[in-house]
């Protein structure tokens, strides 16, 4: 039985790993959790699960998360905060770490948990987009593994295997094309946040919802991508594949071209995360070739989705000028959700604090340098966000 700890535990991520745990109770042991802010689906979560340990961000939370368990018997150590979930992250024996906690949020507890020598199942791809270069050295000295959860880079790391070391020529992420796929360019003008949070294919929580209607999460995916699997950036390509079942492909340096397949469904990933190298039976249904269908793909269009090109031209900057990326677009996406700017204003904002950061990149980054990148970033898109609306009053 493999003692597991979940970061993020009551988002999409979160609850799709405990489905798994539920379903495989003689395989898996849950010994810590960590949520955010829903203090009642977490404390269900507890009761299910027992675990020995479990945070809320929201410390102002913790009383009403303690009085919802109280009857408990025995009582699992609560604790809250930032510091809170890196104790989580950290705590006993666990073997391995579900980073499922969205944003650069992740980055701390999951330094934390590669530190006291765990295993990380990695579905927050901000934690290597904006840490790659102190996360990759770290996981080289502690000798854990770092193995992809989401469901690209799981693909390409179950392509790979039996592939000899310099056997890689090239990575294929495949983008479902998000919201607006089928949009025209024209349209996007008038984007509203409940049509940006409606992804045709996967069940996902608003923030990457968002990203996956700009394209960004491809643009963040490629990032991931190259720290993951060593590739540059020149051998990462993105195509639309509207049905997204063949989750991502490698081509070899014979040109051969392998390809994962399956319905789009995230307990596949993240059960292979937490049982490589095993091939664990499940529930699921069963992948039928006849019933998917045509499978169908078409080059992204660049003017409908400029992301992309952000977060190419950021990763070949490298430094901490993904770090700004990502801390950009997390700031700008909340802007969107929260209504203070147009769908069409999150490239742009992104644009703007990048092209004001360029000066100042840092092409070998501390922890330090990378965090202060992060703040720096998303004060500079609020200060973006509000000069562009007193010019929208003021003509």
Not at 355 to 378: M, V
Request: charged share 20%; glycine share 8%.
């Amino acid at each position: 039985m493999k003692a597991i700890t979940l970061l993020g535990s009551t988002g999409s991520i979160g609850t799709q790993t405990l489905d798994i745990v539920a379903s495989h109770p003689d395989r898996f042991r849950l010994v810590g959790i960590a949520a955010g802010n829903n203090v009642d689906l977490l404390a269900q979560q507890v009761r299910q699960f027992k675990p020995e340990i479990v945070a809320i961000r929201n410390a102002q939370k913790l009383p009403q998360l303690r009085e919802a368990i109280a009857d408990l018997d025995p009582q699992p150590q609560l604790v809250a905060g930032e510091e809170g979930i890196i104790e989580v992250a950290r705590y006993g024996d666990a073997e391995a770490v579900v980073t499922g906690i969205v944003g650069c949020a992740g980055l701390l507890p999951t330094l934390a948990a590669i530190e006291a020598g765990k295993d990380i199942a990695l579905a927050n791809k901000e934690t290597l987009i904006a840490g790659g270069p102190v996360v990759n050295p770290l996981i080289q000295k502690h000798g854990v593994k770092l193995l992809p959860a989401d469901s690209e880079h799981s693909a390409i790391f179950q392509c790979l295997q039996g592939v000899p070391e310099g056997g890689l020529k090239r990575i294929i992420l495949t983008a479902s094309g998000g919201a607006f796929r089928d949009w025209e360019v024209e349209r996007l003008a008038d984007v509203t946040v409940a049509d940006a949070i409606t992804h045709p294919n996967w069940s996902m929580g608003r923030k990457i919802t968002v990203d996956s209607a700009t394209l960004m999460n491809k643009g963040l995916e490629v990032i991931e991508a190259h720290y993951l699997f060593g590739l540059d950036y020149d051998d990462i390509d993105i195509v639309v594949h509207p049905q997204s079942i063949i989750h991502s492909l490698i081509e070899l340096q014979d040109t051969s071209v392998l390809a994962q397949l399956g319905w789009p469904d995230m307990r596949l990933p993240l059960l292979y995360s937490l049982s490589y190298p095993e091939r664990i039976p499940t529930d699921l249904e069963q992948f039928d070739l006849v019933k998917s269908g045509d499978l169908t793909f078409r080059e992204p269009d660049h003017q409908k989705y400029p992301c992309m090109e952000l977060a190419y031209q950021a990763g070949r900057e490298g430094g901490s000028m993904t770090a700004v990326l990502n801390a950009a677009n997390e700031q700008a996406v909340a802007l969107f959700l929260d209504e203070q700017v147009q769908f069409l204003d999150i490239p742009r904002l992104i644009e703007s604090v990048c092209d004001r950061h360029r000066n100042q990149n840092k092409a070998t980054p501390s922890l330090e340098d990378i965090l202060a990148a992060d703040d720096w970033a998303r004060q500079a898109v609020l200060d973006a966000a509000r000069q562009r609306t007193a010019k929208t009053v003021l003509t």
